[in-house]
């Protein structure tokens, strides 16, 4: 649909918006009504695209997806989709002929942090994405009153405050009760035999819980389509007399969409989890049937017609959930049933850490959701009665769906669906020969890699319009809607006035994130200096440990030798801990006190500065990422699944400071190997101390002094104001063997860093490799991995002719 909106119409209606809402002029309005009205008035022009894209998807019986996450982290709405709209020039300009500025307006608006990290980020940057290339796929979540914790450092502790997102209501959202449906938690459930002879479940004491849909338009970029983001919110259902409930059914109800990750040190708390999983699994799978029934006749057409995707194992439950459907409401028999929802469903899996694969105490589902019991219950029967005779039986049982006790969340989303994806060439590589290796034996041919991809349309055109605006004014904008285009910078590699252009946007982005800290922590950055980026969620295996090293290792050559040459940095972090996690707080802990430690030492003055910026968000990454040099991806080789940050990060001219890991190794092929920063073990490695037990972080202590000496800081009393924290780095490396191997990839990792402080100070050959890095992001667009998505996994048709998708 065409864009419409002339700058002179914008401003009559958006004074009229406030009028309307406020009863105030534009100017005496307070900025929060400014963005109230704005957000308004964007929804109102964006809705006409989007009633359209719904009546067209039905008409069509386009085949549509839906994408089922537990996390989706969309930040804020408000640029992009004036992005997506091609609106942003025009209304930041109608609004400074009003004598405002957008970018202090969009200040206003709350960051969306319905998610943890990458997993939830890759599912908005697929919302982004999906409506760009025209492919009918809606996103379904849950509508969380708390988003993850508001991070405060309290004396260098992490502390953890609600983070109060709908405090003024969501601009954004569509209320729909007469979507609602009801979703059935406990009681008991017995079969009963119908006149007709088939089998009814017949619920007692039952605990129903209305779930009420609240939609959000994901606009697409090109005025191609708008698609729905559905997250669910638990209420009382109608029917219950509402004097009479106790405030405990009260409270029950309240609780599921309560919080993003209850609280999991006790038993209720993570049921709790267990019942969110069902809750928006049973509510959108139901909706999707309804829906599709108001369209369709026979139910067997529903893999033609839609695709159910399991972002990670905690949707998992929409195959029993479609089963139950399928087999009790619809009477199909069992076969029927399980073919329908083995071709429409297809899972993701999104970690290699054996610790973060899911399972459920066999009890807790009884109890819980018992008709989804017995329906798991069948499909595991079925699945040893169908593999017996052909495979060995230590082998089904290991990969059964019931197993020790539990349900095994990923070995039913594998055996439930009819594809299988890792997010990475080597992640997929690993599901295949190790964590998912049994079933890749019964079911090679469900196997499949598809990379992680970023929305460069938020990371890039919306971040960084400096370094927008510049790629413009060489290739046009055709990069813009064909991402692989933007490789037609590496003709200007040796064009010395496009590097110094190049070198001055980094330069401006540095200063405006120099101002930002200045402003918020009050500590002041030179901008002269190696920016050094690791901004990723908290955890062992990611090294933020490793960074840290590197950072004493510096200070205390600067102590020992104050008058040598130094090439000046600042180590910046972004980073929350789950609040359980007890090692990661320790870890943020010494970070914050290294960072007063240094950057309070006048002899350090501007050679060194270490930043930790409390309350990472999306927004905060947007701050971050134009202005960074180094990107650090220093995860133990065979751990991070793909990573994102690092695709990001690249976009926007750092280069890397990598190990062999996740998605790392695409780009470092994409990009060249001599433009990045590459050390540490590789996976064969890694597994080969695995397998011969031969791994001595002991050893690594004693043949280095100057790791002794940062291993020795921590517990020596010379890093102020720390008590047993840094006793825990300690013990994990030498008592308890430093399991992800930071003392192997110490002295590697040192030597790089020295190579990077010493090519940093040939500006020109510096910023060469930052082109490379940023003429190589178009293969990292999400638009091609949707896009491939759609082809390989959901055989869903999409509008959108993306020219060099293979390339
Ligand atoms: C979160 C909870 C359970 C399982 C996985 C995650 C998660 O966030 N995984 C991350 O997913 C990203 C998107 O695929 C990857 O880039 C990260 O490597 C992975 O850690």
Not at 295 to 316: G, Q, R, S
Not at 346 to 356: F, K, P, V
């Amino acid at each position: 649909m065409a864009n419409t909106v002339t700058k002179k119409q914008f401003i009559e209606d958006y004074q009229n918006e406030i009028q309307s809402l406020f009863a105030e002029d534009v100017n005496k309005a307070s900025v929060a009504n400014q963005y109230h009205a704005l957000a308004q008035l964007v929804k109102r022009y964006s809705n006409r695209q989007w009633t359209s894209s719904i009546k067209k998807y039905d008409i069509d019986k386009q085949k549509q997806v839906y994408y089922f996450s537990i996390e989706f982290l969309p930040g804020r709405y408000l640029k992009p989709n004036l992005l997506n709209m091609n609106f942003l020039e025009m209304v930041r300009e109608g609004l400074q002929d009003l004598g405002l500025d957008l970018d202090v307006i969009a200040e206003q608006e709350p960051d969306q942090g319905l998610g943890n990290g990458g997993l939830g980020r890759l599912a908005s940057d697929f919302m982004d994405s999906m409506p760009s290339i025209g492919l009918a796929a809606h996103g379904n979540g849950i509508r969380y009153r708390y988003g993850l914790f508001r991070q405060v450092f309290v004396d260098g502790y992490q502390s953890e405050l609600p983070d109060d997102w709908l405090r003024n209501g969501n601009d954004w959202e569509i209320r729909r009760e007469d979507h609602a449906v009801v979703v059935r938690f406990g009681g008991n459930v017995y079969l009963q035999q119908t006149e007709s002879g088939h089998m009814e479940p017949v619920y007692e004491n039952s605990e129903d819980i209305l779930a009420v849909p609240y939609d959000n338009a994901m606009i697409g970029a090109g005025e191609l389509e708008t698609n729905n983001l559905r997250l669910w919110s638990a209420e009382l259902p109608h029917s219950v007399d509402n004097e009479y409930v106790t405030p405990e059914v009260r409270s029950r109800v309240k609780a599921i969409c309560r919080d993003l990750y209850p609280d999991d040190s006790t038993y209720d708390g993570r049921i709790l989890r267990l019942r969110q999983e069902y809750f928006f699994s049973s509510a959108g799978i139901q909706s999707i049937v309804r829906h599709f029934l108001d369209h369709h006749d026979d139910i067997t057409e529903l893999p033609k017609y839609v695709a159910v995707h399991i972002n990670d194992t905690h949707p998992t439950l929409v195959i029993p959930e479609l089963m139950r459907i399928l087999v009790d409401d619809m009477g199909i028999d069992w076969e029927k049933a399980w073919d329908i929802t083995t071709h429409t469903m297809t899972y993701t899996n999104h970690t290699l850490l054996a610790e973060a694969l899911e399972t459920w105490p066999i009890d807790a589902i009884k109890t819980e959701i018992p008709r989804i019991y017995q329906i798991i219950d069948e499909i595991n029967r079925r699945f040893f009665m169908e593999m017996q005779g052909k495979f060995d039986d230590n082998l089904i049982t290991s990969i059964a769906p019931i197993g020790d006790g539990s349900i095994r969340m990923a070995y039913l989303a594998v055996i439930g669906s009819s594809s299988v994806n890792g997010v990475a060439p080597l992640h997929s590589d690993l599901l295949q020969k190790d964590v998912l290796k049994g079933l890749y034996a019964i079911s090679p041919e469900k196997f499949n890699n598809k990379t992680n991809g970023i929305a460069l349309r938020r990371y890039v055109h919306e971040a960084n319009e400096p370094l927008a605006k510049l790629i413009d004014s060489k290739l046009g904008k055709v990069w813009r809607d064909q991402p692989m285009a933007i490789d037609g910078l590496t003709a200007y590699a040796d064009d010395d006035q496009f590097l110094q252009e190049l070198a001055k946007v980094k330069q401006a982005n540095k200063r405006a994130f120099a101002k930002f800290i200045d402003d918020k922590l009050d500590i002041q950055i030179n901008t002269d200096a190696i920016f050094d980026v690791q901004i990723k969620r908290l955890h062992a295996y990611k090294r933020q440990v490793l960074h840290l090293f590197y950072i004493i290792t510096e200070y205390h050559r600067i102590k020992a030798n104050p008058k040598a040459d130094f090439t000046p940095r600042v180590h910046i972090f972004g980073a929350k801990a789950a609040p359980s996690y007890y090692y990661a707080k320790s870890v943020i802990k010494v970070i914050n006190e290294v960072a007063n430690m240094i950057n309070n030492d006048p002899e350090v003055g501007d050679k060194l500065k270490v930043v930790f910026i409390p309350n990472y968000s999306v927004s905060i990454a947007e701050k971050i990422i134009p202005a960074a040099d180094i990107s650090e991806q220093i995860s133990t080789a065979g751990k991070e699944a793909s990573g994102t940050s690092n695709m990001k990060l690249m976009a926007n001219g750092a280069l890397l400071a990598a190990t062999l890991d996740g998605a790392n190794i695409d780009i470092i092929k994409a990009a060249g190997r001599e433009n990045e920063y590459v050390f540490g073990l590789t996976t064969a490695e890694v597994y080969k101390y695995y397998e011969n037990n031969d791994y001595s972080a002991q050893a690594e202590y004693d043949r280095n002094p100057e790791l002794q000496r940062v291993l020795n800081s921590l517990i020596d009393g010379s890093i102020p104001n720390i008590q047993s924290e840094g006793w825990d780095i300690h013990d994990s490396m030498l008592r308890d063997n430093d399991q992800y191997f930071v003392l192997a990839d110490y002295a590697d990792y040192v030597k790089t860093q020295d190579q990077i402080s010493h090519d940093y100070l040939d500006k020109k050959a510096w910023t060469k490799k930052s082109l490379a890095n940023i003429a190589a992001s178009g293969a990292f667009s999400s638009d091609y991995t949707v896009a491939r998505y759609a082809d390989e996994i959901w055989h869903a048709p999409y509008a959108k002719d993306l020219q060099l998708l293979d390339k």
